[in-house]
């Protein structure tokens, strides 16, 4: 049985689809190629509109003008329009850096390519087909930069049609098929190719800055550094349990040990807890640590990464529905419990009792989890009532001591911690620490985690001998980081989680 007829058989085949099947089974029957490899081209379809376009965009060629420069191109076909004796097409590149996918026109004319060759064109070109040109460059008599072909070859076939180019798709469909949306939406391959600036601003910001990027492992024995529920799978090799890291931290910190003096990479973190616009199962972290800084210090750090990315951007102020974000004003900085006071018009404190900030929640319909202390029922108020309304950059900082286990404690008062968020259009974007480098009172802590773990807690962390053995050997005091890239990616383009990553997990088609 051959693989046209298993094709063709497949019950998502549609009637379009078999056409192209039928086509390329011809092509091949016929003793051509649907997907040669011997294909190559001199130029692209925008260095072809540099060439012959001014600074001020406009051609350099007149209506009718036609050259003698041959070149050979290739794109995928996303417009045609055959009539008689003369064909057109569009021909779309593939999107790079700096051309977010150029369009060229293609004429085909009886004349210059021959009966045999217009007419295999007619009969066997379709919309998202890749194909090859050899010809001259030439302006059309309506001002359309072109080239007139003098050979072409089919260069790949598409057996699935493209999406209508002019009807809106969905958000389900654009992120389920990304590789489709790519192809139609202008806007899709912009996000790509923004995400790509904002990732080496900033690596470039910390690079200048003396980070050194390392890579850890992804695959862990005791998962850590996080509140965080894991995703568990099982190593055959050595027959035990591991997980799928839910930070960065451990190693880095590790690292830091060993006498990296300032150390950060940016990967892959898997959480398995919520999606919804702002939270993914699988997003892109940064973490970075540097040895002789604090809270303040690394505070200054991601500042330095943000305004990177603004200046790389050209983005200095952004308009949401809540008001103007002004990354060029100023970062301030609102400590919790005064925070939450002066949202409340009565005084919160580390001494209220929890009966009465669980009534405060009452009266503000927030829901609580019973199991909850005191210090976490604060920061669930200050998230509901008070980060919403910062819209400029905030760190907001002085956090009960649950809320970041591997946070040195407070200066002024253990039961706070030297930690911040970064709060930029109500949403949290960073995390900062004066990091904990007490091997006694780390291992204090993570037993107090790994028996809330015990007890039934998910996201609790587990006790990890070796991090605190690597600890006991000493390390600087030192501040960290982490940025959610995600999240910075939709603070500059207003978009959501979904959108921001090229292929998000989403939920199986039935």
């Not at 051509?32 to 130029?43: S, T």
């Not at 066997?124 to 072109?146: F, K, M």
């Not at 850590?224 to 890291?245: E, K, Q």
């Not at 600890?471 to 959610?484: D, Q, R, V, W």
């Amino acid at each position: 049985m051959s693989s046209d007829t298993v094709s063709s058989q497949s019950p998502e085949v549609s009637e379009q689809m078999q056409v192209r099947l039928d086509k390329r089974a011809r092509i091949i029957a016929d003793g051509g190629q649907a997907y040669p490899v011997d294909l190559l081209r001199d130029h692209t379809l925008a260095q072809i509109r540099q060439k012959y376009t001014d600074d001020l965009g406009e051609l350099t060629l007149a209506p009718g003008e036609e050259t003698t420069d041959e070149v050979t191109i290739g794109g995928r076909v996303v417009f045609v329009r055959n009539t008689g004796k003369l064909c057109f097409a569009s021909l779309q590149d593939g999107f790079t850096e700096t051309s977010n996918g150029e369009r060229l026109q293609v004429m085909l004319s009886k004349a210059e390519v021959g009966d045999e060759a217009l007419a295999a064109w007619k009969s066997d070109v379709d919309l998202g087909d890749h194909v090859w040109v050899r010809g001259r460059v030439v302006v059309s008599r309506r001002g359309e930069l072109s080239i007139m072909a003098s050979e072409w070859r089919m260069a790949s076939k598409a057996l699935r049609p493209l999406p209508t180019l002019h009807k809106e798709l969905s958000e389900e469909s654009r992120v389920r098929r990304r590789y489709a949306d790519l192809v139609v939406r202008d806007e899709s391959r912009q996000m790509v190719r923004t995400r790509a600036i904002i990732t080496r601003a900033v690596r470039h910001a910390l690079d200048e800055r003396g980070f050194l990027e390392i890579e850890t492992p992804i695959l862990q024995l005791v998962h850590g550094g996080a509140a965080a529920r894991p995703f568990n799978t099982h190593l055959n090799a050595f027959d035990i349990d591991m997980s799928l890291r839910i930070a960065l931290e451990l190693y880095l910190k590790r690292a830091m040990v060993g006498g990296t003096d300032r150390v950060y990479e940016m990967g892959r973190v898997f959480r398995n807890e919520g999606i919804d616009s702002s939270h993914s199962a699988e997003f892109s972290m940064l973490e970075a640590y540097m040895s002789w800084g604090n809270q303040f210090t690394i505070a200054e750090v991601i500042k330095d990464i943000i305004m990177e990315v603004a200046d790389a951007l050209d983005i200095h102020q952004i308009e949401t529905p809540k008001g103007t974000i002004d990354l060029d004003g100023e970062w301030r900085w609102v400590s919790v419990y005064p925070g939450l006071s002066e949202k409340l018009g009565r005084e919160v404190t580390l001494d209220t009792p929890l009966e009465e900030l669980q009534a405060i929640a009452a009266e503000h319909e927030i829901e609580l989890d019973p199991s909850w202390e005191a210090g976490k029922v604060v920061m669930e108020l200050f998230g509901e009532l008070v980060e919403p309304e910062l819209i400029n950059p905030t760190f907001v900082c002085d956090y009960p001591a649950i809320a970041q286990p591997l946070a040195r404690p407070h200066r002024d008062d253990p039961r706070m911690v030297e930690a911040w968020d970064l709060i930029i259009g109500g949403m949290e974007r960073g995390t900062g620490f004066s990091e904990l480098v007490d091997p006694v009172i780390q291992r204090e802590v993570l037993t107090k985690q790994s028996l809330a773990a015990a007890a039934g807690d998910p996201e609790a962390m587990q006790l990890d001998e070796d991090f605190l053995e690597a600890l006991e050997f000493g390390c600087p005091p030192m501040g960290g980081l982490g940025l959610g890239v995600d999240r910075l990616v939709m603070l500059f383009t207003d978009a959501g989680i979904r959108e921001t990553i090229l292929f998000p997990l989403l939920k199986p088609e039935r």
